[in-house]
């Protein structure tokens, strides 16, 4: 019985492994040559959630050429908004730009910030199986994914009817993960990750977890790392930037995951080598500094031609120094090192008791035999690793900015149906020689295509550049104390 009993035990470990290395090994979603929008209301907007995503793949898979573009504006229902009609929107802001990638996350202001109301759902509906239509429609072999909205903050808050409004999102959220079945699409819950770290951070502290969504509708920056948590890991990102295990006693290394250590040796108790890594560390926006929860919207300042530039907010440069307590908390709540930032460096057969880690002359800090024996995670600290993925982040932030500042002050006035400025108010705004009214939109929708040639081949160039990993010297020096 025993014996059987154990070969029974030792299957399903057996089998869990295989599922393990069998999940391990499914393929990244996107591919070289994707071209992925983001499409949504003003929580996309926000450019929290869709930044994390594409800095990640940036950093991660620094050889994959893929496009990204936010189509997100604030106040947005599947029936358009503001900047348009459905139709003009997707026209527009999304077969524009040819992409073979659609996320969708729309519902929170489709519920109307009430109790659950059977007219706005129905239009909900019709309306969300109208965007996919259109979508498969006009851009033939379009992978489509769903994502349930992000949460209405009735934790933190009290709700404000019986039941609360998240209840009604999560219905909403229900009927998404319906449609992308009936369509065989693919589908994200945003929703039940961000409501459970809301739950466990309101038992923690309270006053802290009210800064998670503040306002309790756009989540924080800190709040959209778990948002953008949830979809790359539905997209199989992997999780290790890079694995290094040294057993200096042996003079060996153990293991090499994604880089490649050479010249390995110890002088004086020193132990040094190079590591060609094949990715970054992502930057997590305000772990360290404390970003807005709204990126500033650009407001012209001159003529479009090179003013404008003047006016980009660059991202704020991490303080060291200073750890931003909510979005600590919210890292380790959802687990965001272990599941997507793990760059683990693990020494052992090390001598003296504690170490100096410097990297190309970096100091990054001080550890002891068994810290470096039990593997320390490089994206928690000060590398030059983590400072040029920094300057990608600065890069994709810049782009981020641009494409807006395109979007909305040059591009929308020209839209009849949503007219801030008229064509001739616009022109004369920029400063430029008036004529007709057809050979001025017909130039300036030549200076948007030229602007977004340059946005897109341009600037991305540079992000690309900028996340190419160079090789690091490393070396572990005995420190005494």
């Not at 348009?84 to 996320?103: E, H």
């Not at 997590?284 to 980009?312: C, K, T, Y």
Request: hydrophobic share 40%; net charge positive.
């Amino acid at each position: 019985m025993k014996r059987t009993l154990g070969v029974v035990i030792f299957v399903f470990a057996l089998l869990g492994t295989i599922r393990g290395v069998t999940a391990a090994a499914k393929p990244f979603f996107l591919k070289n040559g994707d071209r992925i929008c983001f499409y949504g209301d003003s929580i996309t907007e926000q450019r929290f959630y869709t930044t994390d995503v594409e800095l990640y793949v940036r950093t991660r898979f620094p050889k994959l050429h893929v496009r990204f573009v936010n189509s997100g504006v604030g106040g947005d229902r599947v029936s358009g908004g503001w900047a348009g009609p459905i139709n003009l929107r997707l026209r527009r802001d999304v077969y524009a730009f040819k992409p073979n990638v659609v996320t969708i996350m729309l519902g929170m202001n489709d519920g109307g910030y009430q109790a659950f109301n059977p007219r706005l759902f129905s239009t909900y509906c019709k309306g969300y199986e109208h965007i996919i239509n259109a979508l498969k429609r006009h851009l033939p072999g379009v992978r489509i994914v769903l994502i349930a909205p992000s949460p209405f903050d009735d934790v933190t808050s009290p709700p404000r009817f019986p039941g609360g409004y998240n209840a009604v999102l999560i219905r909403y959220g229900q009927f998404v993960k319906s449609l992308a079945a009936k369509y065989h699409l693919g589908y994200v819950n945003f929703n039940k990750p961000l409501v459970k770290v809301l739950q466990q951070a309101e038992k923690i502290n309270p006053q802290l977890a009210q800064h998670i969504i503040p306002q309790r509708v756009h989540p924080a920056a800190n709040g959209q790392l778990v948002m953008a948590e949830a979809l790359l890991k539905a997209w199989n990102a992997p999780a290790i930037v890079t694995a290094v295990d040294i057993n200096v006693r042996a003079k060996s290394v153990l293991q090499s995951v994604n880089t490649t250590v050479s010249a390995l040796g110890e002088a004086k108790g020193t132990v040094s080598w190079i590591q060609k890594d094949k990715a970054l560390p992502l930057p997590i926006m305000d772990l360290h500094e404390n970003w807005p929860q709204f990126p500033p919207i650009l407001a012209p300042v001159g003529p479009p031609f090179g003013a404008f530039s003047r006016s980009l907010w660059k991202p704020p440069t991490p303080n060291w120094k200073y750890t931003n307590p909510v979005t600590a908390m919210v890292v380790k709540l959802c687990g965001f090192y272990r599941n997507l930032d793990s760059e683990t460096l693990r020494v052992k057969g090390l001598a003296a008791s504690r170490y100096t880690l410097k990297i190309n002359g970096h100091r990054v800090g001080v550890f002891s035999k068994q810290q470096l024996a039990a593997g320390i995670n490089l994206a928690r600290y000060d590398t030059p690793m983590m400072t040029q993925a920094w300057q990608v982040l600065d890069q994709l932030w810049r782009e981020a900015q641009t494409r807006f500042y395109i979007w909305r002050f040059i591009q929308l006035p020209l839209d009849k149906n949503k007219d801030r400025f008229g064509v001739h108010g616009w022109w004369s705004f920029a400063g430029l020689p008036m004529g007709t009214s057809k050979r001025q939109t017909e130039t300036a929708h030549s200076l948007i295509e030229l602007l977004y040639k340059n946005l897109f081949n341009v600037e991305a160039a540079r992000a690309y550049v900028r996340a190419v990993p160079i090789p690091r010297k490393f070396l572990l020096m005995p420190s005494g104390g």
